[in-house]
């Protein structure tokens, strides 16, 4: 039903910066949560960040003062600015959705994911 498709990973030196974006499409209705996760090799799934209906942030301590998420409400859309990359951040990025159809019936939504890597 509901897709993501996220863009913008790629290659870059530590210090460098990227901007990862995520545009959902399909029935939608409405959105309690979009964010972004995770995963680095032989690591779990991890949050990233993410962003409430409500405007409510939270982030990884490991990211804190360095990445920043955002949503252009009226194109259904959220991105992830990544400044002050460290190897650490390597990891395929997961764009996240959570969402309610009709009669308040929660679902998630995943995107593909988008290889980041950083070089030392």
């Known amino acids: 039903q509901v897709q993501l498709e996220e863009s913008g990973g790629g290659l870059v030196q530590a210090g460098g910066s990227l901007r990862l974006s995520c545009a959902a499409s399909?029935?939608?209705?409405?959105?309690?949560?979009m964010g972004w996760y995770r995963q680095a090799p032989g690591k779990q799934r991890e949050l990233v960040a993410r962003?409430?209906?409500?405007?409510?942030?939270n982030y990884a301590d490991s990211v804190k003062g360095r990445f920043t998420i955002g949503r252009d409400n009226a194109k259904n859309t959220v991105n992830l600015q990544m400044n002050s990359l460290i190897p650490e951040d390597t990891a395929v990025y997961y764009c996240?959705?959570?969402?309610?159809?009709?009669?308040?019936?929660?679902?998630?939504?995943w995107g593909r994911g988008t290889q980041v890597t950083v070089s030392s």
């Open positions: 399909g029935p939608i209705f409405s959105i309690n949560i």
């Open positions: 962003l409430t209906s409500g405007g409510s942030t």
């Open positions: 996240y959705l959570q969402g309610e159809s009709p009669g308040l019936k929660r679902y998630d939504a």
